[in-house]
């Protein structure tokens, strides 16, 4: 008996889900959405509710409340209205940007009176942060968001800069083409341009730019572009959001004209420069012969480089009376010339001092002593043919031991081919050999007589 | 029998991304050609349809919300106008590539968020009676599961093969994560939770570049993912922020109208994503109910029932407004205070998968809605 109870149990167990579907179909539609309120409804009773089709809502059985068991007439009502513009409406609607642009803005400034300049102005421009969260007037920041140039060009304002908040404001097509700019006649900078309100660090997503319309704002300060005097600078207020807007100082401002007029004069002596630089080259290089030039700080100096001879003296110098105060080391010295390149000893019997400057230094001899005196015919006529040399007379000759005054230099070059040119060899002669002695009568004087 | 070529390697040599795929589909089971790519855009909170497209033809919607309804709408035709702040979709309206459902809703009326939303993604008889969404059903019956791209995996992309999801969020030094240390802590764990270090893992050696992620510019990345040959043909982009009980606003700049702009740029970011792909595609909004026809005291609308659908896609060829208008008087309202939904949207749905993954629409019916008699509304949309 127990083991028929135990296989009827287990009968009707085995059959419960073939009962249950029958069981169901006796079911209400209400009684089923009652169970689908539970969490975890049986799953043969959420099959039941697809068969069937019906809606649970809140526990209550519905169909699609706008379907009727037929499909035809459950669509025959729905109505289709055409769309209908007008080809004014179509027209417009058809060139509406698929992204949000700045260029979008250009048919508002119909709004503005815009300014017309005349020439090209050119300012520095640099955007800043102004934060409202603690001031209701604004802290500005003390960064730039955005820096460069602003130009305006008629009323039309282009940036080139760069905006330093990271993440797409890198891209520099964002500054270039996503601004759209005007200046108004009363001086307002208004249009639409692209914002990059927030930094973004190096690995954080990047962000779109916001894309901002620059209005006359209350507080903005416009530019004065009538007056050059006073327009150099401009604070263009811009609002961004609730919590932090923005401020454009404009500086710096000028005018093509004012920027032409000066880049052409700075061309000019760039060019001048640079034809008396290749002018001075090709002159030093003819000073080489007597010269070596040497650059020293923002000067070249010529010091002589004539220098075979060598001055040995015979008797003490005796000092002579200055007439004149920059006659230094004033002596009479007697010596002789030794030159090698001359191959030939020359003597030496002069009064000789030595002028001195920031741009010289110089060995005077007086040509009337006898052993000199061929000298003395060519002194007058190598003065007017060359010009003066410091320490100049018509009874004295000079001779530059270093200069920085390329001038002075030339016009030494000048006496040597003068002499160099006489038919008078003894004359020409001697002049190389003092001119090659130069340097070391120079420092005789400096040793051996008191300045 | 299919012969599917992509391989995973060169999926991801031509997208250029990868973390939205992790199940592509085995060779010789997946449908190699989907007619088209599918895109919903979920509106959270319930959208006010009679605030977006404005049935200003009919006399008692000045009665019943003068103050809701924007300024400047565009005049679609002598009933129907469009908010301004979407000016892309009437773009796209002019030219033919976009229609509006009114009236309709998903057939649920207890204006829960909670209960809607499920409802509206899963796609099912009652709320949470499903754990796949329709879309994901939708896909599995196409034989193209794991081929969709989100930027969470919401129910409505739920499918019973896994699908993956896609967010860009290359978190700072993310690449430099401790792969080794990853593996020893999936080895200790079983199953899931081992699958999901071994997901970690991978994310953290994918390269995403500079992708911003705003709605916009992730539904650009979408279209663009969608329109490379054996990429992802269906995608979700969630907008929040529908649920307006207060100062609703009437205009662009208002409340109401700036999350409309959303919307509006969203599709547009589709479209310039999905390039030359635009022609198969579909792209439509989904929100779990509408708004009261009646203002109430806070400037704004409650939770309601009938609500609009706007769909845009290359795939559409003529523009229009579908409805069956229920009128907006009182006794005509849903329990005297909603718009009332004459088309069932699961309808409009199925169409659009109907049209893009080429099923048919009795077995879209049974099988992805458990409806076998749910209306057939493909020839209003793309005739």
New interface residues.
């Given amino acids: 008996m127990r083991r028929f109870k135990n296989l009827l149990i287990f009968l009707i167990l085995s059959s419960a889900n073939v009962v249950s579907a029958n069981y169901l179909d006796d079911w209400p539609d209400d009684a089923l959405c009652g169970w689908m309120q539970q969490s975890s409804p049986p799953k043969y009773m959420v099959e039941e509710v697809k068969k069937r089709g019906i809606l649970c809502t809140d526990g209550i059985a519905s169909i699609d409340p706008n379907a009727s068991s037929d499909e035809s007439s459950n669509t025959s009502e729905i109505e289709i209205y055409d769309i209908v513009f007008s080809e004014d409406v179509l027209e417009e609607l058809i060139q509406i940007a698929p992204q949000e642009s700045a260029a979008e803005f250009t048919k508002s400034f119909e709004q503005y009176q815009l300014a017309n300049l005349q020439n090209q102005l050119i300012c520095g421009f640099k955007i800043r942060r102004v934060v409202y969260e603690n001031n209701m007037e604004g802290e500005v920041e003390d960064w730039n968001m955005a820096q460069g140039s602003l130009i305006i060009n008629g009323s039309k304002v282009t940036l080139d800069g760069k905006w330093k908040t990271g993440g797409l404001s890198n891209d520099p097509k964002y500054m270039k083409e996503e601004v759209n700019l005007r200046l108004t006649r009363d001086g307002h900078i208004v249009g639409k341009m692209a914002y990059f309100h927030l930094n973004i660090n190096n690995g954080e997503i990047p962000r779109k730019p916001l894309f901002i319309e620059l209005k006359k704002h209350q507080k903005s300060k416009p530019l004065n572009y009538k007056s050059i005097d006073s327009y150099s600078a401009a604070e263009i207020w811009i609002d961004v959001e609730d919590w932090a807007g923005g401020i454009m100082t404009l500086f710096n401002c000028k005018d093509s004209k004012e920027i032409e007029k000066k880049k052409l004069a700075k061309e000019k002596a760039e060019k001048l420069y640079e034809e008396s630089l290749a002018k001075d080259k090709a002159e030093i290089r003819l000073l080489n012969k007597i010269y070596q030039p040497k650059v020293e700080g923002p000067n070249t100096v010529f010091n002589i480089n004539y220098l075979d001879g060598v001055f040995r003296a015979n008797s003490a110098p005796e000092n002579a009376k200055k007439i004149h105060d920059d006659e230094l080391h004033k002596a009479h010295i007697r010596g002789v010339i030794e030159s090698d390149q001359l191959n030939k000893n020359f003597t030496l019997n002069s009064l000789a001092s030595i002028r001195e400057s920031e741009d010289f230094t110089v060995l005077v001899l007086i040509t009337n002593e006898n052993e000199i005196a061929t000298l003395k015919d060519f002194a007058k006529p190598s003065i007017e043919h060359c010009g003066k040399l410091p320490g100049w007379w018509w009874d004295k000759l000079s001779f530059v031991i270093s200069t920085s005054d390329i001038k002075i230099a030339k016009k030494q070059k000048c006496y040597f081919n003068f002499f160099n040119n006489r038919t008078n060899s003894e004359a020409k002669k001697l002049y190389r050999a003092i001119l090659s002695a130069s340097s070391s009568i120079v420092s005789y004087l400096e040793s051996n007589v008191d300045r | 029998m299919h012969n599917y070529k992509l391989t995973r390697r060169d999926f991801l040599k031509a997208s250029g991304a990868s973390l939205f795929l992790s199940g592509i589909p085995l060779p010789g089971f997946t449908n190699e050609n989907p007619p088209g790519n599918i895109s919903v855009i979920i509106l959270e909170g319930g959208m006010d349809g009679l605030t977006a497209v404005p049935p200003f033809g009919d006399p008692n919607l000045e009665k019943m919300r003068s103050s809701l309804i924007p300024e400047n709408y565009?005049k679609?035709?002598?009933?129907?106008g469009l908010h301004p702040s979407l000016?892309?979709l009437?773009?796209f309206?002019?030219?033919n590539n976009a229609s509006i459902v009114h009236a309709t809703s998903f057939?649920?009326?207890?204006r829960s968020h909670f209960e809607g939303q499920n409802l509206v993604e899963g796609g099912g008889?009652?709320p949470?009676?499903e754990k796949t969404g329709w879309l994901g059903r939708s896909l599995e019956l196409a034989k193209i599961p794991g081929r969709a791209l989100s930027l969470d995996m919401p129910l409505i992309l739920r499918g019973y093969s896994e699908n993956d999801n896609f967010f860009?969020?290359?978190?700072?030094?993310?690449n430099k994560i401790n792969n080794n240390l990853i593996d020893t802590l999936s080895k200790v764990h079983s199953m899931d939770s081992a699958k999901v270090f071994q997901k970690v893992k991978q994310k953290s050696i994918e390269n995403l570049g500079?992708?911003?992620?705003?709605a916009?510019?992730l539904a650009e990345y979408a279209g663009n993912a969608m329109s490379i040959k054996g990429g992802p043909v269906a995608s979700v982009i969630r907008l929040d922020d529908f649920d307006t009980h207060a100062s609703q606003g009437d205009g662009e700049g208002k409340d109401h109208g700036e999350r409309l702009a959303k919307i509006d740029?969203v599709i547009?970011?589709y479209?310039?994503g999905l390039g030359t792909a635009w022609d198969k595609s579909i792209i439509l909004t989904l929100t779990e109910f509408g708004r009261t026809v009646a203002m109430n005291g806070t400037w704004g609308t409650d939770h309601g029932y009938g609500t609009v659908g706007l769909i845009a896609g290359g795939t559409i060829k003529k523009?229009?407004?579908?409805?069956?208008?229920p009128g907006l008087a009182k006794n005509e309202q849903y329990e005297q205070r909603d718009l009332m939904?004459?088309?069932?949207y699961r309808s409009v749905c199925a169409a659009c998968i109907e049209k893009s993954l080429g099923l048919d629409h009795d077995l879209i019916a049974s099988q992805v809605f458990?409806?076998?008699?749910?209306?057939?509304?493909f020839d209003?949309i793309f005739s």
């Fill in positions: 565009l679609l035709n002598s009933f129907f000016k892309k009437s773009s309206m002019a030219t057939p649920y009326k207890k008889l009652s949470f009676s860009p969020a290359n978190i700072q030094n993310s500079n992708i911003p992620r705003d916009e510019s740029n547009a970011a479209k310039r523009s229009r407004v579908i409805a069956k208008w939904a004459t088309i069932d458990f409806d076998s008699k749910l209306p057939r509304v209003f």
